[in-house]
């Protein structure tokens, strides 16, 4: 998976860490603490708010990286991003792409390789992305290719929150609509941890090396 990808210096290390387990049962992680994003939540729905909500999001050099989009139950039906999620550790942004579109200030974001942007199974949501609005994605991190090092085997979100944060995220809004008129409390918790638990998976891997 190359192209996009950051040439972090901690990413490239050839040693090989160990303290983690290399995989999780779901039984395991059901006896884990539930938890959820505790910080702001800044939800970005108007056009003309993106502009300064990116010029905030410019001040962090690392960012966990998320999208929704509104589930398709009919076979041909395929919905553009709802979402876009970028989180700091006690801040999260969420941009209505749906009600403010995937704008220039956005697309430069993006396209800062100065910014790391941390996801996970980020390939897909890039692409998505780039139907919006092309733009060249730079400085994102693929947690999946870093737990590698780690011999992490199990790289999906909830089973990588478990073993490296020893938590559990719920996944209980997961195919809600994504669309809706306001988004309910539930789905913003939702859609802000996702992003922020990446964000402090990579920092818990980068402070073990």
């Known amino acids: 998976m190359t192209g996009f990808f950051h040439n972090d210096k901690s990413y490239g290390m050839k040693r090989m860490i160990n303290s983690y387990a290399p995989a999780i049962s779901s039984d395991e992680i059901k006896s884990l603490p539930l938890s959820a994003f505790a910080g702001e939540i ?3 729905d108007d056009p003309e708010t993106v ?3 990116v010029k905030m999001l410019e001040s962090y050099d690392l960012l966990g990286f998320d999208t ?3 589930p398709a139950f009919k076979k041909g039906v395929v919905n553009g991003v ?3 999620q970028l989180a700091a550790r006690d801040r999260v942004f969420i941009f209505r792409l749906n009600k403010t579109g995937f704008t220039a200030p956005l697309a430069s974001l993006l396209s800062n390789k ?3 942007k941390v996801g996970a199974a980020i390939r897909d949501d890039i692409k998505s992305l780039q139907k919006l609005n092309q733009f060249r994605a730079e400085g994102f991190i693929e947690l999946q290719e870093m737990v590698k090092k780690y011999h992490i085997s199990d790289s999906g979100l909830r089973k990588l929150a478990g073993i490296v944060l020893g938590i559990q995220i719920s996944k209980s809004q997961q195919v809600s609509n994504w669309e ?3 988004l309910t409390d539930s789905q913003l918790i939702y ?3 996702d992003a922020w638990v990446c964000h402090e998976i990579y920092r818990k891997l980068v402070a073990h090396d």
Do not use: G, Q
Request: no cysteine; proline share 5%; charged share 25%.
């Open 42 to 44: 800044v939800v970005v």
């Open 51 to 53: 502009p300064r909500a």
């Open 68 to 70: 929704e989009t509104k």
């Open 82 to 84: 709802a979402l876009l």
């Open 114 to 116: 100065n910014i790391l």
């Open 180 to 182: 809706r008129k306001v």
């Open 191 to 193: 859609a802000a941890t």
